[in-house]
């Protein structure tokens, strides 16, 4: 393998599926899509993944150490991927991962995982597998705008079932992670809660380990090509012509502004920065604000909210 690993992560609707695919364009490095999801497939990772953001540390890594350096070596599992088939979508997606695993020992291209659900254990990712990380920042009001439009609202026992986790960075969120399990319909105060907790961990994440990349998805949508020449810069990645074809296509005026699929990457980047302003209430952002300010401050000026 040539250079570290990639692990790109932040909370999940916060761009890391166009930021992995566009840091894929070059064909440098291989892209794997969420390991950690608890609907991973077994041929991409052979370790169960019981909770959304599940965390690892020293304590719980027997159970993924071995199996994710497997995933960075690129050792598909076959046997294990064809006895879980179940839909011809299962079996395309396995000739999918195996052929991305292939070429990834073929071409000796460094493994990228592109995984929100990584975001609370980025130091066990930089100390036990050496990965390189960036981390997505996205407006907390854009991305409570994004659960909205999709009706995802998170259940917070995935966090509160993890007492490593608890322990660790969450527990003085647990009143009002409670409390949003009382209102299992208000995605705004979920999201924003969400919010929170993830960007506060990773602030102080950065002071640990300052080599972190953390890239705001506005930055990007305004202006990708300089954005993304300064990642691959950052990531010692050449920028070449199927880097930069692939950002401009995946970033053109003539995309749609709005995603047609929930993971599809080609958008109208700059014209999309303002959805969440018509599909949000005044009162909605106002909430939004109140709740994350203290720490989106770090990350957002007033004049990010519309003032």
């Given at each position: 393998?040539?250079?570290?690993?990639?692990?790109?992560?932040?909370?999940?609707?916060?761009?890391?599926?166009?930021?992995?695919?566009?840091?894929?364009?070059?064909?440098?490095?291989?892209?794997?899509?969420?390991?950690?999801?608890?609907?991973?497939?077994?041929?991409?990772?052979?370790?169960?993944?019981?909770?959304?953001?599940?965390?690892?540390?020293?304590?719980?890594?027997?159970?993924?150490?071995?199996?994710?350096?497997?995933?960075?070596?690129?050792?598909?599992?076959?046997?294990?991927?064809?006895?879980?088939?179940?839909?011809?979508?299962?079996?395309?997606?396995?000739?999918?991962?195996?052929?991305?695993?292939?070429?990834?020992?073929?071409?000796?291209?460094?493994?990228?995982?592109?995984?929100?659900?990584?975001?609370?254990?980025?130091?066990?990712?930089?100390?036990?597998?050496?990965c390189q990380v960036v981390v997505t920042v996205r407006h907390p009001a854009g991305f409570a705008s994004s659960l909205k439009k999709l009706g995802w609202p998170f259940d917070f026992r995935h966090l509160l079932d993890q007492p490593l986790l608890m322990d660790a960075y969450l527990e003085p969120y647990r009143r009002q992670m409670e409390a949003c399990l009382a209102q299992p319909e208000d995605i705004i105060a979920q999201s924003s809660l969400l919010w929170l907790m993830i960007y506060t961990t990773v602030a102080n994440f950065r002071k640990q380990f300052p080599e972190i990349i953390i890239t705001r998805h506005e930055d990007l949508a305004q202006d990708p090509v300089k954005g993304y020449q300064n990642l691959y810069r950052q990531l010692g990645l050449s920028f070449n012509a199927s880097a930069r074809n692939s950002i401009l296509n995946s970033s053109s005026s003539e995309n749609p502004r709005e995603l047609k699929q929930v993971h599809a990457t080609r958008l109208d980047s700059r014209a999309s920065l303002n959805n969440w302003k018509r599909r949000l209430t005044l009162e909605e952002i106002q909430s939004i604000r109140s709740l994350t300010e203290e720490v989106a401050s770090q990350y957002y000026e007033s004049l990010d909210w519309g003032e």
């Open positions: 393998m040539n250079g570290k690993p990639f692990l790109v992560t932040g909370a999940h609707r916060t761009g890391t599926t166009w930021v992995g695919k566009m840091l894929a364009a070059s064909g440098e490095a291989a892209y794997i899509s969420e390991p950690l999801n608890i609907w991973h497939r077994p041929g991409v990772l052979r370790a169960r993944v019981g909770n959304w953001y599940q965390y690892l540390c020293p304590e719980n890594e027997a159970s993924f150490l071995v199996a994710l350096q497997e995933t960075l070596a690129f050792k598909y599992h076959l046997g294990r991927e064809i006895l879980s088939l179940r839909s011809r979508k299962d079996f395309l997606r396995m000739c999918r991962d195996e052929s991305i695993f292939f070429k990834g020992r073929l071409f000796n291209q460094r493994p990228l995982l592109k995984d929100p659900f990584a975001i609370f254990s980025i130091p066990w990712f930089i100390t036990c597998l050496n």
